[in-house]
T-cell receptor, first 112, second 113 residues
Framework: NAGVTQTPKFRILKIGQSMTLQCTQDMNHNYMYWYRQDPGMGLKLIYY???????DKGEVPNGYNVSRSTTEDFPLRLELAAPSQTSVYFC???????????FGQGTRLTVV | GENVEQHPSTLSVQEGDSAVIKCTYSDSASNYFPWYKQELGKGPQLIID?????GEKKDQRIAVTLNKTAKHFSLHITETQPEDSAVYFC????????????FGAGTRLFVKA
């Protein structure tokens, strides 16, 4: 049982480049989330999804896009990368609200 | 807006001592309060949670207390061990919003052997 898998683990982007962070879960969870974690800060919600075909913005969605075509996958797209997007990104899933969230290992992204 | 304040930001204890981390939340509709442990290079992992209809919950060396009136909750770790060293996050959420989980800024716990 792999849980939540994120790829890549590390990435360096140049300003203006684009990339997709991949997230997949094998627990058949409907709820999926993308967070970013900046040094000394808590987790800030970027986007979330409550099921295939349904996505919505979190606290800090600007500069990001998501899609949810299947229950398993929830990719995060960065368009026109900026230094302010340097962060560690975590994907998480849960079976429903107010239940345990399972996190991936994180993607450390640096924009230079 | 809603927020969760967490204190202290850093905590250093001697092995065998107790550690206490405190959080205060602002959204009175919050009804679920999880605690996550994050080890270096890994994602956060749930260690204990409490719901608003319970005042205290214990799991071996870990306990959480909730004071709904004061809107604060605390994590207690007894008989600390070096492997307890990590960053701990509190969070608060409400059941009628799947995304409404607000995290504290984290506490870095050091347990000295």
């Amino acid at each position: 049982n792999a849980g939540v898998t994120q790829t890549p683990k590390f990435r360096i982007l140049k300003i203006g480049q684009s990339m997709t962070l991949q997230c997949t879960q094998d627990m058949n969870h409907n709820y999926m989330y993308w967070y970013r974690q900046d040094p000394g800060m808590g987790l800030k919600l970027i986007y979330y999804s409550v099921g295939a075909g349904i996505t919505d913005k979190g606290e800090v969605p600007n500069g990001y896009n998501v899609s949810r075509s299947t229950t398993e996958d929830f990719p995060l797209r960065l368009e026109l990368a900026a230094p302010s997007q340097t962060s560690v990104y975590f994907c998480a899933s849960r079976v429903g609200p107010n239940t345990e969230a399972f996190f991936g290992q994180g993607t450390r992204l640096t924009v230079v | 807006g809603e927020n969760v304040e967490q204190h202290p930001s850093t905590l250093s204890v001697q092995e065998g001592d107790s550690a206490v981390i405190k959080c205060t939340y602002s959204d009175s509709a919050s009804n679920y309060f999880p605690w996550y442990k994050q080890e270096l290079g890994k994602g956060p992992q749930l260690i204990i949670d409490i719901r608003s209809n319970v005042g205290e919950k214990k799991d071996q060396r870990i306990a959480v207390t909730l004071n709904k009136t004061a809107k604060h909750f605390s994590l207690h770790i007894t008989e600390t061990q070096p492997e307890d060293s990590a960053v701990y996050f509190c969070a608060a959420s409400r059941g009628n919003g799947g995304f409404k989980t607000i995290f504290g800024a984290g506490t870095r716990l050091f347990v000295k052997a």
